[in-house]
């Protein structure tokens, strides 16, 4: 399995947000769908190790996200849906911390950078655009060599540019090897991208749908 999940339970206080006995994927390209207050965030930012958690979650059979931390962050990556980062900090900046900590090479930094047009590399985010910061968190979630990237609502914000080039490293990332998982309120059919299978989070677990 490319990613297990066993037993994971996600709290706020004493209010159980998620509930999921067992979940595992296969290398693909995969739909986590369901209403605003689902769960769908707190899932992303679970799997990514950033709130605790009880249960287990593993990559590749191998790494355990509690017993190896740094080797499963190197592997997952997630860019969040409404990404907040420092007023004061610049793209640079957050682009050249980032890169160190994935072991990113300088090449492939500029290659995105470039890619996504980000021409705003030296302005603090507190000049930014919501879609101008978006495209910063797009670029960070394909640094280094990452066996998951998450995506929570890549298209919102970003223009039709942005959005080609995101179908085209998310096509090529997967032809690497790399599983995505993928929120988002607009069909990717319609974007042209077919998903491996569709998962819906539905009374605090994850649903299988079917597909059409």
């Known amino acids: ?35 605003n207050g689902a769960g769908k965030s707190t899932l992303f930012r679970t799997l990514a190790g950033m709130l605790p958690y009880e249960g287990e979650v593993k990559l590749s059979d191998k790494y355990d996200l509690k017993k190896d931390p740094v080797e499963y962050r190197l592997r997952l990556n997630l860019g969040e849906a409404e990404p907040l980062y420092p007023s004061f900090l610049t793209p640079a900046d957050l682009i050249a911390f980032v890169a160190e900590a994935q072991r990113a090479p300088r090449e492939q930094a500029d290659m995105l950078t470039e890619a996504f047009g980000i021409n705003y590399l030296d302005n ?11 495209k910063v968190s797009l670029l960070l979630a394909f640094l280094g060599d990452p066996s998951v990237i998450i995506l929570d609502e890549p298209l919102i914000t970003i223009d039709w540019e942005a959005r080609e080039v995101l179908f085209g490293l998310i096509n090529t990332y997967f032809d690497r090897g790399v599983t995505f998982l993928l929120s988002s309120h607009q069909l990717f ?7 491996s299978a569709s998962f819906r989070i539905q009374d605090k677990t994850l649903v299988r749908m079917p597909q059409l």
Do not use: D
Not at 3 to 18: A, C, K
């Open 189 to 195: 059919e319609q974007e042209g991208m077919h998903v």
């Open 124 to 134: 603090p985010f507190g000049s930014c655009s919501s879609g101008m910061v978006k």
């Open 1 to 35: 399995m490319v990613l297990q999940i066993n037993n994971l339970h996600q709290r706020y206080g004493s209010r159980e947000i998620l509930s999921i006995p067992s979940f595992g994927i296969e290398h693909g390209i995969y739909w986590i769908q369901g209403e």
